[in-house]
């Protein structure tokens, strides 16, 4: 059975036992501050079993989009080293809300396995949770009498609270659970050890296949469990792993997922999988990477430096140095492979299909780039393996190689193998070090404590009111506290608010809750999940009182102008540059607008200045807004409404329309009744935020009308400096010139200052012992000057050795160069040379062994350097 067969057969099996197929949600996660990726398939139905709403359908199924490289579900350095775990992963779901509990989710896991998929039943073992002392928990005796009545009781496992007892996360909802682990060892191998032993035990044969989660009971920040007022079913099973069984294979990158892309990195590399281990690794890491990377920027999440980029961007590096290391691909390689992404994944995920393009773009873009950080750091290599061989050390620190993880994206085990094949070892114990110093100050950074939600009045549930009024009468939900190093702040949800819930980049609004006895500000408001959550600096003296919620006018009016030039820019940019333009991020705020885009080139001056002229023309057509809410997503659709890639939109959604020919889109933000409030829109900036993404920002009403003003006293004051000439460009452009004509006569000046220093250095120099020194103390225009005299004066000694020390701008620098054979037979390094005499000028610096600089604070300091360079080399 084929992989896509195996797929929808699952989905039809419990379409048939009444579940509703709900497609997958992104791979990457908004609105919910404990997840940066989909990591399981129960996410999108967070919260659901948090009880924040009231679950659509009873039952559900699907196959969800996960990846699991952060936080506590990190596999990523086990990828590719064995044949079972991956970064992205399908995950096969059902799931009850309330309905149905352990008895229906078991007889329907043993049905499908084994009577519709065919899986031989003597290969399947269960596991059942044994209870818990700490929690108070005995064994779950329904689960066990139930599988007693399917399987023999000598299959059936007894599991830790490790390995049956699932928890969302420190707190939340939990319960324990039933596995299901199959043994795909061969006949001979099964005879020899019952695959009971087996279970959990880390076999690549004898794997967990799925895992039923019975929702019992909800952790609270104590730690003590609290019975759900309804219990619940969530199954999670990996699809590659089930693949792997139904297809009789040994390894999850044997079946129909991943061959056709281990067969076109065979062909281009010229390498056969499954000859020899280092290769097979980096076959399987570079198969399962291109999946990982594909979806993630499908969904919106492009590589960058910092969260989830960050992660992108780390899985991205390390496929990359596999097939650099490995199998030779020096070239950029990966994007080759998202033809195959769109082939084999288009169906089920369709985004993968409709951004081919882009997303080939951008990991082209990356590996270019990495490509070359790579090579800088085998320089980097090159040197350190120089400087210990000149100081016949044979250990690379733990700081050095933690510089090259951190610095180059060097792991550990690339920067192990160097060494080996050099001859030299690694302080590994030193990394382990650094590493933990490292994510020491990122928890110390981030640390906070959140507590339980207290509550205040009956949840009836949130009703938002801000699209059409800016005060709301309201009581307080419910709220909770969160404590940080800066002290105590409080989070507080509301039954009715007008405040809106930062989102879609539009940040969130600030204002004021009002009783007869307080005011209390309202610093900002976020969405977790599906709660508007209000952040405010002291709780209410009395939280069970009624309020009056009033948001900060100006400023949302102020951000509603930048949003609604968010929309007419999108409009405008597809004008002029094409209908590939898609956003990629933004930042809507009351100072400015922010856009990212798909384009791979820089915006012309021509270009600009037609987007700017359409958007003003499009305020001062004074265009009505269109606000039309719980639209049907299909009916929205139909009226051609922009989405955005990657984020998550329900059966009904909100259309926001500016004119039905110019801008129609998918929308939760706040905008302006017509668009002649806007007043004036100015781009003040466009730029490259990532690969194949460009970033403009722009200014709209007084901050725009604020920026021409200041041009203009600006264009006074330069006039009146110039004494008001007729023709301001002209004036200028002459001034330049006489500029340039004086910049070359001082450089000649500086030049031939410069030959009358050599031919007094010349005369300086100190022979002996086959060495010719040179050590003298000097004043010159600029850096580059003291470089091209160190290297002239090299040229014209033999067997030089030279150090200078400057005054360059009133400040100390140190150049050090000698001649490449006494690097060899003096055991010479300027490098080192240069870091030991820095000190003097507390500074540092570094470079070639045959060539090094450094710079300073203390210029006095440079007398020192000429008399302890004399004293160590004359």
Same mark, same amino acid.
């Given at each position: 059975?084929?992989?896509?067969?195996?797929?929808?057969?699952? $989905?039809?099996?419990?379409?048939?036992?009444?579940?509703?197929?709900?497609?997958?949600?992104?791979?990457?996660?908004?609105?919910? *501050?404990?997840?940066? /990726?989909?990591n399981?398939?129960?996410?999108?139905?967070?919260?659901?079993?948090?009880?924040?709403? =009231?679950?659509?359908?009873?039952? +559900?199924?699907?196959?969800?989009?996960?990846?699991?490289?952060?936080?506590?579900?990190?596999?990523?350095?086990? +990828?590719?080293?064995?044949?079972?775990?991956?970064?992205?992963?399908?995950?096969?779901?059902?799931?009850?809300?309330?309905? !149905?509990?352990?008895?229906?989710?078991?007889?329907?896991?043993?049905?499908?396995?084994?009577?519709?998929?065919?899986?031989?039943?003597?290969?399947?073992?269960?596991?059942?949770?044994?209870?818990?002392?700490?929690?108070?928990?005995g064994m779950?005796?329904?689960?066990?009498?139930?599988?007693?009545?399917i399987?023999?009781?000598?299959?059936?496992?007894?599991?830790?609270?490790?390995?049956?007892?699932?928890?969302?996360?420190?707190?939340?909802?939990?319960?324990?659970?039933?596995?299901?682990?199959?043994?795909?060892?061969?006949?001979?191998?099964?005879?020899?050890?019952?695959?009971?032993?087996?279970?959990?035990?880390?076999?690549?044969?004898?794997i967990?296949?799925?895992?039923?989660?019975?929702?019992?009971?909800?952790?609270?920040?104590?730690?003590?469990?609290?019975?759900?007022?309804?219990?619940?079913?969530?199954?999670?099973?990996?699809?590659?792993?089930?693949?792997?069984? +139904?297809?009789?294979?040994?390894?999850?990158?044997?079946?129909?997922?991943?061959?056709?892309?281990?067969?076109?990195?065979?062909?281009?590399?010229g390498?056969?999988?499954?000859?020899?281990?280092?290769?097979?690794?980096?076959?399987?890491?570079?198969?399962?990477?291109?999946?990982?990377?594909?979806?993630?920027?499908?969904?919106?999440?492009?590589?960058?430096?910092?969260?989830?980029?960050?992660?992108?961007?780390? $899985?991205?590096?390390?496929?990359?140095? !596999?097939?650099?290391?490995?199998?030779?691909?020096?070239?950029?390689?990966?994007?080759?492979?998202?033809?195959?992404?769109?082939?084999? /994944?288009?169906?089920?995920?369709?985004?993968?299909?409709?951004?081919?393009?882009?997303?080939?773009?951008?990991? /082209?873009?990356?590996?270019?780039?990495?490509?070359?950080?790579?090579?800088?750091?085998?320089?980097?290599?090159?040197?350190?393996?120089?400087?210990?061989?000149?100081?016949?050390?044979?250990?690379?620190?733990?700081?050095?190689?933690?510089?090259?993880?951190?610095?180059?994206?060097?792991?550990?085990?690339?920067?192990?193998?160097?060494?080996?094949?050099?001859?030299?070892?690694?302080?590994?114990? @030193?990394?382990?070090?650094?590493?933990?110093?490292?994510?020491?100050?990122?928890?110390?950074?981030?640390?906070?404590?959140?507590?339980?939600?207290?509550?205040?009045?009956?949840?009836?549930?949130v009703?938002?009111?801000?699209?059409?009024?800016? %005060?709301?009468?309201?009581?307080?939900?419910?709220?909770r506290?969160?404590?940080?190093?800066?002290?105590?702040?409080?989070?507080?949800?509301?039954?009715?608010? *007008?405040?809106?819930?930062?989102?879609?980049?539009?940040?969130?609004?600030t204002?004021?809750? =009002?009783?007869?006895?307080?005011?209390?500000?309202?610093?900002?408001?976020?969405?977790?999940?599906?709660?508007?959550?209000?952040?405010?600096?002291?709780?209410?003296?009395?939280?069970?009182?009624?309020?009056?919620?009033?948001?900060?006018?100006?400023?949302?009016?102020?951000?509603?102008?930048?949003?609604?030039?968010?929309?007419?820019?999108?409009?405008?940019?597809?004008?002029?540059?094409?209908?590939?333009?898609?956003?990629?991020?933004?930042?809507?705020?009351?100072?400015?607008?922010?856009?990212?885009?798909?384009?791979?080139?820089k915006?012309?001056?021509?270009?600009?200045?037609?987007?700017?002229?359409?958007?003003?023309?499009?305020?001062?057509?004074n265009?009505?807004?269109?606000?039309?809410?719980n639209?049907?997503?299909?009916?929205?659709?139909?009226?051609?409404?922009?989405?955005?890639? @990657?984020?998550?939109?329900?059966?009904?959604?909100?259309?926001?329309?500016?004119?039905?020919?110019?801008?129609?889109?998918?929308?939760?933000?706040t905008?302006?009744?017509?668009?002649s409030? =806007?007043?004036?829109?100015?781009?003040?900036?466009?730029? #490259?935020?990532?690969?194949?993404?460009?970033?403009?920002?722009?200014?709209?009403?007084?901050?725009?009308?604020?920026?021409?003003?200041?041009?203009?006293?600006?264009?006074?004051?330069?006039?009146?400096?110039?004494?008001? *000439?007729?023709?301001?460009?002209?004036?200028?452009?002459?001034?330049?010139?006489?500029?340039?004509e004086?910049k070359k006569?001082?450089?000649?000046?500086?030049?031939?200052?410069? #030959?009358?220093?050599?031919?007094?250095?010349?005369?300086?120099?100190?022979?002996?012992?086959?060495?010719?020194?040179?050590?003298?103390?000097?004043?010159?225009?600029?850096?580059?000057?003291? %470089?091209?005299?160190?290297?002239?004066?090299?040229?014209?000694?033999?067997n030089?050795?030279?150090?200078?020390?400057?005054?360059?701008?009133?400040? *100390?620098?140190?150049?050090? =160069? $000698?001649?490449?054979?006494?690097?060899?037979?003096?055991?010479?390094?300027?490098?080192?040379?240069?870091?030991?005499?820095a000190?003097?000028?507390?500074?540092?610096?570094?470079?070639?062994?045959? /060539?090094?600089?450094a710079?300073? %604070?203390?210029?006095?300091?440079?007398?020192?350097?000429?008399?302890?360079?004399?004293?160590?080399?004359?």
């Amino acid at each position: 059975m084929e992989a896509k067969k195996i797929r929808s057969t699952f $989905i039809e099996f419990f379409q048939s036992k009444q579940h509703h197929y709900v497609p997958s949600s992104p791979i990457v996660v908004k609105n919910d *501050p404990t997840l940066m /990726f989909t990591n399981a398939g129960m996410n999108q139905f967070k919260d659901a079993f948090l009880g924040n709403e =009231i679950a659509k359908y009873p039952r +559900v199924a699907n196959s969800q989009k996960c990846l699991r490289v952060s936080g506590k579900h990190n596999d990523l350095e086990e +990828v590719g080293v064995d044949t079972y775990h991956h970064t992205m992963f399908e995950m096969l779901g059902n799931w009850s809300f309330g309905d !149905y509990f352990k008895k229906e989710a078991i007889e329907w896991a043993w049905e499908l396995l084994t009577e519709v998929y065919g899986l031989d039943k003597d290969r399947l073992y269960v596991s059942v949770f044994q209870g818990d002392a700490g929690d108070n928990l005995g064994m779950d005796q329904e689960a066990y009498d139930l599988w007693k009545a399917i399987v023999p009781e000598d299959r059936i496992i007894m599991g830790s609270k490790k390995d049956n007892f699932w928890e969302m996360g420190d707190v939340g909802p939990c319960g324990p659970c039933s596995e299901i682990h199959i043994d795909l060892r061969s006949d001979a191998e099964r005879a020899q050890l019952a695959g009971k032993d087996l279970v959990n035990n880390d076999h690549e044969q004898v794997i967990e296949i799925w895992n039923l989660v019975f929702m019992q009971f909800n952790r609270v920040s104590d730690g003590s469990l609290k019975p759900l007022p309804a219990t619940h079913v969530d199954t999670g099973m990996g699809f590659e792993r089930l693949v792997r069984a +139904v297809q009789h294979k040994s390894s999850n990158y044997d079946t129909d997922l991943f061959a056709p892309f281990l067969a076109a990195l065979a062909k281009k590399s010229g390498k056969v999988y499954g000859e020899d281990l280092s290769t097979d690794i980096a076959f399987r890491v570079i198969v399962d990477h291109i999946r990982a990377i594909s979806f993630t920027i499908a969904d919106g999440q492009l590589p960058s430096n910092n969260k989830a980029g960050y992660v992108i961007r780390r $899985i991205l590096r390390r496929a990359v140095r !596999y097939g650099y290391t490995f199998l030779g691909f020096h070239e950029p390689f990966l994007h080759e492979l998202t033809p195959l992404i769109a082939a084999n /994944f288009g169906d089920i995920f369709p985004e993968v299909r409709q951004q081919q393009e882009f997303i080939a773009k951008v990991i /082209f873009e990356e590996e270019a780039s990495f490509l070359r950080t790579l090579d800088n750091g085998l320089k980097m290599l090159d040197q350190i393996k120089a400087d210990l061989k000149a100081t016949n050390e044979n250990v690379i620190s733990g700081k050095t190689a933690f510089d090259l993880y951190d610095t180059f994206g060097f792991p550990l085990d690339l920067t192990s193998l160097i060494a080996r094949e050099n001859g030299l070892s690694l302080d590994e114990k @030193g990394f382990a070090v650094e590493m933990e110093a490292q994510k020491t100050r990122s928890r110390a950074a981030s640390e906070s404590e959140t507590g339980d939600w207290v509550m205040v009045n009956e949840d009836q549930g949130v009703e938002f009111v801000g699209y059409d009024y800016l %005060k709301a009468h309201c009581q307080i939900i419910k709220y909770r506290v969160v404590s940080d190093k800066k002290g105590d702040k409080y989070q507080l949800v509301l039954d009715k608010t *007008p405040f809106y819930a930062e989102s879609g980049g539009q940040v969130g609004d600030t204002g004021w809750l =009002i009783s007869e006895t307080e005011k209390v500000k309202v610093i900002d408001t976020k969405r977790e999940n599906d709660l508007i959550v209000h952040f405010v600096e002291n709780l209410p003296k009395n939280p069970e009182a009624q309020f009056g919620a009033e948001v900060d006018a100006a400023k949302r009016f102020a951000t509603e102008n930048n949003h609604t030039a968010t929309h007419l820019l999108q409009a405008a940019l597809k004008e002029v540059l094409g209908d590939h333009i898609q956003q990629r991020g933004s930042l809507v705020n009351q100072n400015l607008l922010r856009f990212d885009f798909s384009h791979f080139s820089k915006l012309s001056d021509d270009e600009i200045t037609k987007v700017e002229a359409i958007v003003n023309a499009k305020i001062r057509e004074n265009i009505a807004l269109s606000d039309q809410r719980n639209v049907p997503i299909e009916e929205a659709r139909a009226q051609g409404a922009t989405a955005l890639f @990657g984020e998550k939109y329900g059966d009904f959604v909100r259309v926001v329309t500016f004119d039905k020919d110019f801008s129609v889109e998918l929308c939760g933000g706040t905008h302006v009744p017509q668009t002649s409030k =806007i007043g004036l829109f100015k781009i003040i900036s466009e730029a #490259s935020s990532a690969s194949g993404v460009r970033r403009i920002e722009a200014i709209t009403a007084q901050a725009a009308e604020n920026y021409y003003r200041e041009q203009e006293v600006l264009v006074k004051e330069i006039q009146e400096i110039l004494k008001n *000439p007729k023709d301001l460009k002209k004036s200028i452009e002459g001034l330049l010139q006489e500029r340039n004509e004086l910049k070359k006569e001082l450089e000649a000046v500086h030049l031939e200052k410069a #030959s009358g220093v050599k031919v007094e250095l010349l005369k300086q120099f100190v022979a002996g012992d086959g060495i010719n020194t040179l050590i003298a103390q000097v004043e010159l225009h600029n850096a580059d000057s003291l %470089k091209k005299l160190a290297y002239e004066l090299k040229n014209e000694k033999e067997n030089a050795f030279v150090i200078l020390a400057a005054k360059i701008e009133d400040k *100390p620098q140190i150049a050090v =160069i $000698i001649e490449d054979e006494l690097i060899k037979s003096k055991n010479l390094n300027a490098g080192q040379i240069v870091r030991e005499l820095a000190k003097e000028i507390q500074g540092g610096g570094g470079g070639q062994p045959f /060539f090094a600089t450094a710079g300073g %604070k203390n210029l006095a300091g440079l007398e020192n350097v000429v008399a302890r360079a004399r004293e160590m080399y004359l």
